[in-house]
């Protein structure tokens, strides 16, 4: 049986097309991603969380979902628009279909939607508010739905409530959490790290305790803005440890330093943003997906150097402190599905580690 399923913006405008997955209705921040493939990895994506997610791709769901490609324990996303559903993916791998997944989580999805019009409108106004709806209500009745702030409590939403381990017999890295996607998780593994995965609320002292012999800030949702004992609790280790900042991270260590942010008109979105590092003079092909960025002018205030910047707008992509062992990126190199091109930041950030234990073993033998 078809569903008649309605997008409505806040500005009125009304996108009609076919519900799938739950029936439920959904309100959020309209935001698009340009990646080709990848959706499972986006629906799954913590920093999406309070977000209506647009695919502009035109199929999708043709490879179905798939357990070992999750990158959280379960999707994030308030909503889900795309142009054409597949309902019959063709994929050895895949374990159920997107349709399934959804109704699962009792997030409504809507097919049949012009997305390159959607997209063209959110390039145009910036990210607007909208409710997913499979309901007969007025526009006038849903459009008043709308008059309430969007969600600033995604990280204490999707970060751990308590710390864990994930052995190993390398050096042990804290990872705090702010919304940390499976991939970093096993990158640090990968590497043999013993990796302890702490809350985003954690304490400078509650750091301490567990010895770590380097720090890595995660990617997360929303406003960095909105997580102020972050910033306090960055500030306070900043220098004891090797640190390193992914997304929502590289704001936060951008904030702890006294640098600003400020909200993208429609954000990064995608697995195919060009950003050129400035020492070595190389482009690579990022995956990212973020709605804030730092503001360029105030890094010239800071201990900063900027040392990776967008090249479609220009933004600041990348950040490494003039004295201290500390450096960040606004994209993902663990960029699952890909591109791989910056994954040697980890290995940068693991010499960086090294480093460290080495000077104080030394310093503990004099």
């Known amino acids: 049986m078809t569903v008649k399923a309605r997008l409505i913006l806040e500005d009125g405008t009304v996108f009609e097309g076919k519900s799938f997955g739950a029936t439920s209705e959904s309100f959020g921040e309209v935001v698009f991603n340009t990646g080709i493939t990848g959706y499972q990895e986006v629906l799954s994506d913590p920093s999406y969380c309070g977000q209506i997610v647009t695919m502009t791709y035109p199929m999708i769901g043709n490879y179905g979902i798939i357990r070992d490609d999750f990158e959280s324990i379960r999707p994030f996303v308030h909503g889900f628009v795309v142009r054409e559903h597949c309902e019959v993916p063709n994929n050895w791998r895949s374990e159920q279909t997107i349709d399934d997944l959804l109704k699962e989580y009792n997030i409504p999805g809507i097919s049949e939607v012009d997305t390159r019009k959607l997209t063209r409108i959110i390039r145009q106004h910036g990210t607007l508010k909208g409710i997913i709806t499979t309901s007969e209500e007025s526009v006038e009745a849903i459009l008043a739905k709308m008059n309430q702030p969007l969600m600033e409590d995604q990280v ?149 150097e900027i040392s990776h910047v967008a090249l479609n707008d220009g933004t600041v992509e990348g950040l490494s402190h003039k004295t201290h062992s500390a450096f960040s990126v606004q994209y993902h190199p663990e960029a699952a599905p890909g591109p791989y091109d910056s994954n040697y930041l980890f290995d940068r950030f693991l010499e960086n580690v090294a480093t460290f234990v080495k000077e104080d073993k030394k310093s503990c033998r004099a």
Request: glycine share 12%; charged share 20%; aromatic share 6%.
């Open 156 to 304: 204490a939403r999707v970060s751990t409530k308590n710390m864990f381990p994930v052995p190993g017999r390398g050096p042990r890295i804290a990872l705090v959490d702010f919304g940390a996607k499976y991939g970093i998780l096993r990158e640090l593994t990968n590497r043999g790290c013993d990796v302890i995965v702490v809350p985003y609320n954690v304490t400078a002292d509650e750091i301490r305790r567990i010895r770590p012999d380097g720090i890595l800030l995660s990617n997360g949702p929303g406003d960095p803005k909105s997580v102020p004992q972050a910033i306090e609790m960055i500030q306070n280790i900043l220098g004891e440890y090797p640190l390193f900042g992914i997304c929502l991270g590289h704001q936060l260590f951008a904030l702890a330093c006294g640098a600003d942010t400020e909200k993208l008109k429609f954000g990064h979105r995608g697995g195919n943003h060009p950003v050129k590092e400035l020492a070595t003079g190389r482009t690579h092909i990022t995956s990212q997906n973020h709605g804030y960025t730092v503001n360029i002018e105030s890094v010239a205030n800071t201990d900063l």
